[in-house]
């Protein structure tokens, strides 16, 4: 299937230039080898530079310039095509979490990201990965977050009022050390503009209301090395991988029903970095949430690889939040939607980093 399907090269004007290696021009398909991929690398000294990292920087500081592409009215919060990328998850949040889609439809929503900060922000590089276990055990200390110039901003001030964060009622975790507004680097002047929005409420099956508002305020952090060290460790990743098949790989990642043992790397990465990252609608507003799904995504590729006879199209789950039957369950012919950002997609084809219009891997 992956490697039958035609490579569309209207699908947003663009195509993909793959680092321009060995390709002909004859506008047939052009075969994915693992030269010609793109390559996502860790944000860390050994695998991407500092002028690399500030490169990235500065493409989502572009990214939040660009105009939104919402008629005007209608999502006032989209101020930007940073924003649009928000809107599109808060709009699509009770049907890709929990449910048989959410690995395939992250996994279009980062490459989608990727390719805006390539084409719209001409940036040269692909999309970063936070790979859990190496700073688990030291947030503050990680490149990622140690509130450096070729940092993702690090801590928020000490705010007393931050509570325990609640994962079900009555289970919760403890605060971090943080909890108010990055305290410097980058994104100091970042602003969330959606939100927050209440978790309890994707229980319910029910959107926020007036989820387009207008609500900027500053990106919040509340660096967690309890949550990162407990969720985001080597065991973790281990299980993680030794998922026997995608029902398991997807349990492991974030349990469903909710259970502290079982809470997962995915929500653990979420929860590790505060109010910001663990809005359940809006966590895209933090600039972090694009490296931590790529790591999801590297987990689901690396997984994948292990058996792709087997895992390639492996599908478990419904259309809808909490695995509910209220739709039907996922195929490889179900169409998903990324509404102002891309076509639609029939899953069949994004099963593949590195088949159809997608070319990349992970070093
Ligand atoms: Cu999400």
């Known amino acids: 299937m992956g490697a039958s399907i035609h490579r569309d090269t209207d699908h947003d004007g663009h195509g993909h230039d793959h680092d321009g290696q060995d390709h002909d021009h004859d506008g047939h398909d052009h075969e994915c080898t693992r030269r010609s991929a793109t390559v996502r690398r860790e944000w860390c000294v050994g695998a991407m530079p500092k002028h690399e990292r500030r490169e990235y920087i500065a493409a989502v500081h ?102 325990p964060y609640e994962i079900k009622p009555g289970v919760t975790l403890p605060r971090g050390t943080g909890g108010g507004c990055v305290l410097g680097g980058p994104f100091v002047n970042h602003t969330v503009n959606f939100g927050p929005f209440d978790t309890a409420l994707a229980f319910d099956l029910e959107m926020p209301p007036n989820w387009q508002a207008d609500t900027s305020r500053c990106l919040v952090r509340d660096l967690n090395t309890h949550i990162s060290s407990r969720f985001g460790n080597q065991q973790v990743v281990d299980r993680l991988l030794n998922g026997c098949n995608i029902e398991e790989f997807q349990s492991n990642l974030t349990s469903f029903p909710t259970t502290l043992e079982g809470f997962g790397p995915h929500g653990g990465g979420h929860l590790s970095l505060g109010n910001t990252m663990a809005d359940f609608f809006a966590s895209p507003a933090d600039p972090a949430f694009y490296l931590h799904h ?19 199209y492996a599908l478990n789950g419904t259309l809808t939040f909490g695995y509910k039957n209220v739709t039907p369950e996922a195929t490889v012919d179900t169409i998903l939607d990324w509404g102002v950002l891309g076509k639609p997609r029939r ?17």
């Open 62 to 163: 572009c990214l939040k310039r660009k105009p939104s592409k919402f008629e005007p009215g209608v999502v006032p919060a989209a101020k930007s095509l940073y924003d649009d990328f928000v809107a599109v998850h808060i709009n699509n949040t009770l049907s890709v979490h929990t449910s048989g889609i959410f690995l395939v439809w992250h996994r279009e929503f980062v490459h989608l990201y990727e390719h805006a900060l390539r084409t719209e922000c001409d940036y040269h590089g692909s999309q970063p990965y936070w790979d859990w276990p190496r700073w688990a055990h030291d947030l503050a200390g990680s490149p990622l977050f140690d509130g450096s110039d070729t940092s993702l901003s690090g801590d928020g001030a000490y705010n007393a009022s931050q509570g």
């Open 294 to 312: 790529a790591q999801v995504d590297r987990m689901y590729t690396i997984w994948q690889q292990i058996d792709p006879e087997q895992r390639r």
């Open 347 to 363: 899953i069949g084809e994004i099963m593949n980093p590195m088949g159809g219009d997608y070319c990349y891997r992970y070093e």
